[in-house]
């Protein structure tokens, strides 16, 4: 497949769903939870999940599986009519646990969901140096020494590449002097990792590639890699071609000729839950999370979990998280009565775990580990398949907090009680907004096109106590963090975008509101935004934030492309808002920059950078650099680094 027609795809995709937006909507209908008992949890059973004794215990399963593969494809083959039956309902009660923020780390530049865990993104620090992952490319620029100045280019891909045009090259992390690049082939049909080393001179250098078997990870919201001290994390889902499994089977491979791919996967890490293993029910996904030690050359070790299409996953300091939910068709004879699975699998070592549960969580910021009271806390949604290929932008029905002890991780056959889900209103709208931040959960929704009316936060206390509504003048489609507060942001009346301070104490509160006017949001992805906050202020009631806008008009859906025209800064001073202004792109030029590979922003290009007290705006192949003064924010200098 060609790789441009191949995102560009999953683009169209987007239109589709938004098509079928109101046959989905009008489907939702809900019942109890079908694996919750009624006063008392189901207790976990066994220590935890387990593989498979042997190869042979294996291939029976498989043999399984392969039945009810080709049972499925011959009525496929008769019928060309999908049944739309309304997915089960979230009857949830309450929960009384509470959520601390995570503990403040090292300064970062990235707008990361946990501290101390790094994700993949498009630009990082790396000591005197910016590095910038664009278009199929690498490019360094020297900020150490109050400089300014490009200082090394080289191609995202291995040298002597003959079809870089087939790899998506998506996102980048950095250990020590390593830099790591993760992207997405076509032609290899896997997840391509490039390492390259950056020199005391900001030249770099590349070192080697590895290929992991996997499907396409791409996600609108979240990104596939992470990076937890020397340890890069990789979430993969892969097809499972059941009829020859050794294909499916997660393995990786040196970029060389000769090189045979080496499996990651034995038997006893090929993980299914209980109420799967009867071969009842057919598992056309193995969900992989492969971690690999960037500090001892390049060992990786991979689990694999049998599952279901629809995921979502979550990166603590402590765990990897899996959520799968039910078949695409639960009224098919296969999906009837598939319970979905939410799995754990701690970093530190020890077993995996599974429990049963309801529901879909809409993104990774669906998620909230509290690992000092040994809970997981999830948001869901009762209709919605989960955050691949556009999915997460889709979701409705009801809305529940699931509050999941530790203690009930065991092998799937245990679910989550009544009292474990607390039912929560239910909002209007299919683009659902969610994210925990200190002691609450928030969420809202609207749908494209309305969105710029009156919105509703929904702000949630984990200790307990009445959910509260705080009108918004403005839609919500972000949600972020301001030290214990937070911030929702999105389309105004008149071409505006507006940013709402709450505060976040023993009630939620509106603090203060300011519209941006003729802006529109440039980017959605979560690293887009940074707030930071003025020293002694950790609470975030004084700050600095930063966002992409767009000043120019845009199409429906060319946010999530990237587009922002400049980053517009805001101060937040004893909670109140205040413009400080804009530092802009230069008018685009019509010139090539020969690109290669990963010739669309799908990541987005345009990021704002606070680091040792300096201000910088990343637009394209520019970084430009601010003044910030008590009032406004004015350009210093900016450098061009295109190619």
Excluded at 154 to 159: H, L, M, V, W
Excluded at 179 to 194: A, D, K, W
Excluded at 577 to 599: I, V, Y
Aim: aromatic share 8%.
């Amino acid at each position: 497949m060609d790789t441009v027609q191949a995102r560009s795809g999953q683009a169209l995709s987007l239109g589709v769903l938004l098509a079928l937006v109101a046959v989905l909507m009008a489907a939702v209908g809900f019942s109890a939870p079908s694996g919750a008992q009624e006063n008392a949890a189901a207790p976990a059973s066994g220590a935890g999940l387990s593989g498979f004794a042997n190869k042979a215990a294996l291939d029976a399963f498989t043999r399984k599986m392969a039945r009810l593969e080709r049972k499925q494809q011959e009525a496929v083959a008769d019928t060309v009519m999908y049944s739309m039956a309304a997915p089960p309902a979230i009857d949830p009660v309450a929960t009384d646990a509470a959520n601390e923020p995570p503990p403040p780390g090292a300064e970062s530049i990235t707008n990361t969901q946990e501290a101390g865990v790094d994700e993949g993104g498009i630009v990082k620090q790396a000591g005197d140096y910016l590095v910038v992952l664009r278009r199929g490319r690498l490019f360094t620029i020297r900020i150490g020494g109050d400089a300014l100045a490009p200082a090394g280019m080289i191609d995202a891909f291995p040298p002597g590449k003959k079809d870089p045009d087939e790899t998506w090259y998506d996102e980048m992390l950095i250990h020590d002097r390593q830099v790591i690049v993760i992207g997405y082939s076509y032609g290899s049909e896997g997840t391509e990792i490039n390492r390259f080393d950056i020199a005391e001179d900001g030249k770099l250098a590349y070192r080697d590639t590895h290929y992991m078997r996997s499907g396409d990870y791409y996600s609108s919201s979240n990104y596939a890699s992470r990076l937890i001290g020397d340890e890069l994390v990789v979430y993969t889902p892969v097809y499972a071609n059941w009829a020859k499994l050794e294909d499916s089977l997660p393995a990786i491979r040196k970029r060389s000729p000769y090189a045979k791919p080496l499996p990651l996967v034995k038997p006893q890490d090929f993980m299914v839950a209980e109420p799967y293993r009867s071969g009842r029910y057919l598992l056309d996904t193995l969900h992989t999370v492969t971690r690999c030690k960037l500090s001892a050359g390049f060992e990786c070790r991979a689990s694999a979990i049998a599952g279901t299409w629809s995921h979502a996953f979550y990166v603590s300091a402590e765990a990897v998280y899996v959520w799968t939910g039910m078949t695409d068709d639960p009224s098919s004879e296969e999906g009837r009565g598939l319970p979905g699975q939410l799995y754990r699998i701690p970093l530190a070592g020890g077993a995996a775990g599974a429990v049963q549960v309801s529901g879909a969580p809409v993104d990774q910021f669906s998620f909230a580990e509290d690992a000092r009271a040994g809970v997981l806390r999830v948001l869901l949604r009762g209709e919605g398949e989960g955050e691949g290929m556009w999915e997460g932008e889709v979701s409705g029905g009801s809305v529940a907090l699931a509050s999941v002890p530790f203690a009930l991780f065991g092998n799937g056959k245990g679910s989550l009680a009544r009292d474990d889900y607390r039912t929560l209103p239910e909002p209007e709208g299919w683009r659902f907004q969610n994210r925990f931040v200190g002691d609450y959960v928030l969420y809202a929704a609207g749908d494209y096109g309305s969105e710029e009316e009156t919105g509703t936060v929904y702000a949630v206390p984990l200790g307990g106590g009445a959910v509260q509504e705080v009108a918004v003048p403005h839609g919500i489609t972000r949600f972020d963090r301001m030290g214990q507060d937070a911030i929702a942001i999105g389309p105004a009346r008149g071409d505006g975008l507006g940013f709402s301070a709450l505060s976040l104490g023993s009630t939620a509160k509106l603090e203060d509101v300011h519209i941006l006017a003729a802006a529109g949001e440039g980017e959605t992805r979560s690293q887009a935004f940074f707030f930071r906050p003025d020293p002694g202020s950790a609470d975030g009631a004084s700050g600095v934030l930063g966002l992409p806008v767009n000043r120019e008009s845009m199409r429906d859906g060319e946010e999530f492309l990237g587009s922002g025209s400049a980053i517009a800064f805001l101060r937040r001073a004893s909670r109140k808002l205040s413009p400080l202004g804009e530092l802009a792109a230069a008018p685009r030029l019509s010139q090539s920059d020969n690109c290669k590979a990963s010739c669309v922003d799908w990541y987005g290009n345009a990021r704002p950078i606070f680091t040792g007290g300096r201000v910088f705006a990343l637009m394209g192949y520019e970084l430009v650099e601010g003044t910030l003064s008590g009032s406004s924010i004015t350009e210093r200098r900016r450098a061009s680094f295109a190619p």
